[in-house]
């Protein structure tokens, strides 16, 4: 597969790691940091705003999986892409909220 596959599972890991901690929260009623949060002058945002915002992150994680290239788990270099995109995404949003007091 040509490198672009490849670079487009890394983002793909990106995203689903970004989404799913949104769409979570979103779900259980807890508000919790978006990049709109300057918008409206608040610390966190609602759960309606991270379901959205999560779901936005699975969608675009979706579609760099299937649409630009096929994602083979079964593939060793598929899944260390995306793999690769999910353990860097977790490292850099822990140490970003590692900081913050639970909500």
């Known amino acids: 597969m040509p490198i672009l596959v490849y670079i487009a599972h890394f983002f793909g890991g990106v995203f689903l790691a970004n989404g799913i901690p949104h769409f979570v929260s979103g779900v259980c009623g807890r508000p919790f940091r978006t990049p709109f949060v300057r918008m409206h002058g608040g610390d966190v945002s609602s759960p309606t705003m991270n379901v959205i915002?999560?779901?936005?992150?699975?969608?675009?994680?979706?579609?760099?999986?299937?649409?630009?290239?096929?994602?083979?788990?079964?593939?060793?270099?598929?899944?260390?892409?995306?793999?690769?995109?999910?353990?860097?995404?977790?490292?850099?949003?822990?140490?970003?909220?590692a900081g913050q007091r639970a909500i």
């Open 53 to 97: 915002w999560g779901w936005l992150n699975l969608l675009v994680a979706y579609l760099l999986f299937i649409d630009v290239g096929p994602l083979y788990l079964g593939s060793l270099v598929d899944t260390v892409a995306s793999g690769a995109g999910m353990l860097l995404t977790g490292i850099v949003l822990s140490r970003i909220f």
